[in-house]
């Protein structure tokens, strides 16, 4: 159990286009979900907490209007990277939170590259 | 506020080798602390955690205690094998100041050669 999902594992886009990635809780409802980039070889930066039925809490220096997130049921919140450039290039990953342990389960991630 | 520190890598070894990935905090409250590993092209994966001071995590053969008084949870297994290369993070949770966010470390590249 506590599988989580991530769609598209990998995108390819023009600059200038919005790109919305999907993660889904297989397997359990998630009232909090995460968002993380990774950068090649370096460690997982936090953009947000998503909330269900509420705005997400963006992280400082993380623009909101850039990276659009929705966490519209229990099982599924959504990252939209609009207007998106080159510097976005980057293996986005998200999380969720089983209520019970309040443990993290992971996503296998998007690799989303702006052309 | 909270941070994690991991040693920096990235270590290679040969297979049976024992392996210690280092790993410091610091913390206002009394947070929970965990080891990530992840696979090339891959998501994290949960490697164990522990609570509380003393706790012992275990999987797979990797063991980590977690040591209030030196705010360490180091890494160890004492036979690597190849199977076992990917990045290890350490990361920590504090419920008193952030929730249920994680605080990682830098991560440490693992390599093992048969």
């Known amino acids: 159990g506590a599988v989580v999902s991530q769609h598209p594992s990998r995108v390819i886009c023009k600059s200038g286009t919005s790109v919305k990635i999907e993660c889904r809780s297989l397997?359990?409802?998630?009232?909090?979900m995460f968002w993380y980039r990774q950068f090649p070889k370096q460690s997982l930066m936090l953009m947000a907490t998503?909330?269900?039925?509420?705005?997400?809490?963006?992280e400082q220096g993380v623009e909101k209007d850039k990276f659009l997130i929705n966490h519209a049921s229990l099982t599924l919140s959504t990252l939209t990277v609009t207007s998106a450039h080159p510097e976005d290039s980057s293996f986005y990953i998200c999380?969720?939170?089983?209520?019970?342990?309040?443990?993290?389960?992971f996503g296998p991630g998007t690799r989303l590259t702006v052309l | 506020g909270d941070s994690v520190t991991q040693m920096e890598g990235p270590v290679t070894l040969s297979e049976e080798a024992f392996l210690t990935i280092n790993c410091t905090y610091t913390?206002?409250?009394?947070?929970?602390l965990f080891w990530y590993v992840q696979y090339p092209g891959e998501g994290l994966q949960l490697l164990l955690k522990a609570t509380k001071a003393d706790d012992k995590g275990s999987n797979k053969g990797f063991e980590a205690t977690y040591r209030k008084e030196t705010t360490s949870f180091h890494l160890e297994k004492g036979s690597v094998q190849v199977s076992d290369s990917a990045v290890y993070f350490c990361?920590?949770?504090?419920?008193?100041?952030?929730?249920?966010?994680?605080?990682f470390g830098e991560g440490t590249q693992l390599t093992v050669n048969p």
């Open positions: 990361a920590l949770s504090d419920r008193e100041t952030s929730g249920s966010r994680l605080t």
């Open positions: 998503s909330n269900e039925g509420s705005k997400a809490t963006y």
């Open positions: 913390a206002t409250g009394y947070p929970s």
């Open positions: 999380s969720a939170e089983r209520g019970r342990y309040n443990e993290q389960f």
């Open positions: 397997d359990f409802q998630a009232t909090t």
